[in-house]
């Protein structure tokens, strides 16, 4: 004798799928798109604002502490924003045992980057200037503590456009 399933379309699905286990990535991606639109935004105004600057303008700018806190803030947010995505894409498309690898590969490397760049940031913000210095940091390194003579460099000179 066959014997029926007298459960509802509703109880033979639930427990089969994954409604509700990928809520969490998920989440986190809307959460770090939110956080970037206004980091994302400081930085295209800041790069905009320092088009015709020189270079010392530019790294007097970044030695500000709010300008190295929120570059720092943007490289974490927009490397584990960059995670999350790739790993959708690689779970997603990738269908062999070379998955594991794959994801590893992906977060060891958003790692790295956003650690390079968040060095970058901290060496540029905390870097002691001294005469063989190469910006126009007399000001700044004045008021920071860095420097007891003012200096001139060789863009102040003229050095390097003489021909």
């Not at 959708?88 to 958003?110: K, N, P, Q, T």
């Not at 980057?113 to 002691?128: D, P, Q, S, Y």
Request: include cysteine.
């Amino acid at each position: 004798m066959v014997q029926r399933d007298m459960r509802s379309p509703l109880a033979r699905a639930i427990g089969l799928g994954s409604a509700g286990a990928g809520v969490g990535p998920w989440w986190a991606e809307r959460v770090s798109t939110v956080a970037l639109v206004p980091l994302t935004l400081w930085f295209a105004a800041s790069i905009i604002a320092h088009v015709g600057s020189d270079y010392a303008a530019f790294i007097a700018w970044m030695r500000s502490p709010l300008a190295a806190t929120s570059m720092i803030l943007l490289l974490i947010e927009l490397f584990h924003h960059t995670a999350l995505g790739l790993q959708v894409v690689i779970e997603d498309y990738v269908h062999s045992r070379a998955i594991f690898a794959w994801e590893m590969a992906l977060r060891s490397g958003c790692f790295t980057l956003a650690v390079a760049g968040i060095v970058a940031t901290l060496h540029i913000a905390f870097a002691r200037c001294s005469k063989r210095c190469q910006c126009q940091c007399t000001g700044m390194c004045n008021r920071l503590g860095r420097s007891k003579q003012p200096h001139r460099s060789k863009m102040d000179t003229g050095a390097n456009f003489a021909r």
